[in-house]
Structure formats: C-alpha cells, structure tokens
C-alpha cells in the first residue's frame, strides 16, 4: 500500500495504525438531513430551481408547448405504444397459430411412426 505523506495535501494521507482515511475535524460540519436531501442549502437549492424553471418555461414558449400540450403527447405516445405491443402479441399469436398447425400434425405422426418401430 503506497501511502501519501506530502504535509501539503492535509486531509489526503492515511493513518497507518487504523488503516483509514485522515479527515481533519475543523473542515467537518454537521450537515442537517434537509441539507443532504436537497444537495445543498435550501435557498440556494431554490434558487436554482427559479433559475431553470424560467429557462425552461421561456423555452417552451418559444416552441408554443403548454403543461397541458405535453401531458396529451405524453398521453397519446404511451398509448400509442401500448395499442402497437397489442397489435404486436395479435400478430405473434397467429405465427404461433399458424407455425402449429404445420408443426403439431408432423410431430404427432413422428410419434406414431417411432411407437410402430
């Protein structure tokens, strides 16, 4: 194990009787469960948020999409998508119609004729 002993890099060296990273107490602050969650302090976490609510909300603007507009799309697309996997499972069952009608015939007759030998 190669270890770092720079005294410049201070939080980065290990402490060898433990065998764990060396964390300086002074740059440690308790940090609220709030604080985790949003990945930083509530205002700047809000403001952020404004930030990118108004880029976004100008850019579809621009492009004449509304809430209402998307949620329809998103709406017709899944349908969409779930009226082709129907049509999809409808055309796999007549290729499994059709396939067994050729396949079943011949293995019973394979049957027969192994039982006669």
Request: hydrophobic share 45%; aromatic share 8%.
């Amino acid at each position: 194990m190669i270890l770092d002993h720079d005294p410049r890099r201070q939080g980065t060296s290990q402490d060898t009787s433990q065998g764990t990273p060396y964390v300086d107490p002074s740059r440690v602050r308790s940090r609220s469960a709030l604080h985790r969650f949003l990945g930083g302090s509530p205002a700047t976490v809000l403001i952020k948020l404004l930030l990118l609510s108004i880029l976004v909300g100008a850019g579809m603007a621009m492009l004449g999409l509304t809430p209402g507009r998307l949620f329809w799309h998103a709406y017709d697309t899944l349908r969409d998508l779930i009226d082709l996997g129907l049509v999809t499972f409808r055309d796999f069952g007549g290729w499994i119609l059709a396939g067994a009608v050729v396949v079943v015939p011949l293995w019973l007759i394979s049957r027969l004729l192994a039982v006669s030998k």
